[in-house]
């Protein structure tokens, strides 16, 4: 009988992966450190195996930020960001969620985020075993919405930080790579995965998030040996050739 469970428990956790990566029409994988980790095309990491999701830079309540400094940006952003991370928490029903820093724009967040908001963060938080990393803009998470605190998370042969550093098997934030593809006679702009196989840097799932070209100088000290991107398209991620990534801005090549 103890066999008999184990088996059927088995099969439920095969066909439960199966059945979120067939609902997801990607062919990208990324092997890191060992471990079979699924890019999603909103942003989000899912590892099928520790039934983990991770975000990164969700920067809730920038909107609010610029606003009251006299930019006003329309006061979506957290609620368009919150439909992301709901819609994939209810599709993978992971066991942990990892928030990887800068979930919230600044310490004043948690004053001007709107009650519905917090209840919707609350609902997430007492649904999963959710981790809140310390961010540069928000290193003390608002305790009433839930959730636990960590500096770094280590799980096997991976550690989550917001910062990179360039350690084997670690998972960053902070930089917001984006890659900028040339083809077939046009460019496209895209945030993106950079990865060389054995560190990973995720792209900002904030709706207000801009993006770093993974050509700039910031990533050359993470990836000595060169990185590949993975950009984010509409229904997949695609791998993009290193051959393919041009910067943002062309060299000069005006002589005088």
């Known amino acids: 009988m103890w066999i008999l469970r184990l088996t059927r428990f088995a099969m439920r956790a095969i066909f439960a992966f199966m059945t979120?990566?067939?609902?997801?029409p990607s062919d990208t994988m990324l092997h890191l450190a060992g471990e079979l980790l699924l890019p999603l095309?909103?942003?989000?990491?899912?590892?099928?195996?520790?039934?983990?999701?991770?975000?990164?830079?969700?920067?809730?309540?920038?909107?609010?930020?610029?606003?009251?400094?006299?930019?006003?940006?329309?006061?979506?952003?957290?609620?368009?960001?919150?439909?992301?991370?709901?819609?994939?928490?209810?599709?993978?029903?992971?066991?942990?969620?990892?928030?990887?820093?800068?979930?919230?724009?600044?310490?004043?967040a948690e004053?001007?985020?709107?009650?519905?908001?917090?209840?919707?963060?609350?609902?997430?938080?007492?649904?999963?075993?959710?981790?809140?990393?310390?961010g540069n803009h928000d290193p003390d998470p608002p305790a009433y919405l839930g959730g636990r605190a960590a500096k770094v998370l280590r799980i096997g042969s991976l550690v989550f930080r917001h910062e990179p550093t360039g350690e084997a098997g670690e998972i960053a934030g902070h930089l917001h790579p984006a890659a900028k593809v040339k083809g077939r006679g046009r460019m496209v702009r895209r945030r993106c995965f950079a990865s060389d196989g054995a560190r990973l840097v995720m792209p900002a799932m904030g709706t207000f998030t801009g993006g770093l070209n993974v050509l700039d100088a910031a990533f050359a000290p993470l990836f000595p040996e060169g990185l590949m991107?993975?950009?984010?398209?509409?229904?997949r991620v695609f791998a993009v050739s290193a051959k393919s990534l041009v910067p943002d801005v062309a060299a000069n090549r005006w002589r005088l």
């Open 41 to 108: 095309p909103e942003g989000a990491l899912w590892w099928a195996a520790e039934r983990v999701l991770v975000v990164s830079d969700l920067h809730l309540e920038k909107g609010s930020a610029y606003a009251a400094r006299g930019q006003m940006l329309p006061p979506y952003d957290t609620g368009a960001t919150l439909n992301l991370v709901e819609r994939l928490c209810a599709a993978l029903r992971p066991r942990t969620v990892i928030s990887l820093g800068d979930s919230f724009h600044d310490r004043a």
């Open 229 to 235: 991107a993975f950009a984010l398209g509409g229904e």
């Open 111 to 134: 004053l001007r985020l709107p009650a519905p908001y917090a209840a919707r963060i609350q609902a997430l938080t007492g649904a999963h075993d959710w981790v809140w990393v310390e």
């Open 20 to 24: 979120a990566v067939a609902a997801r």
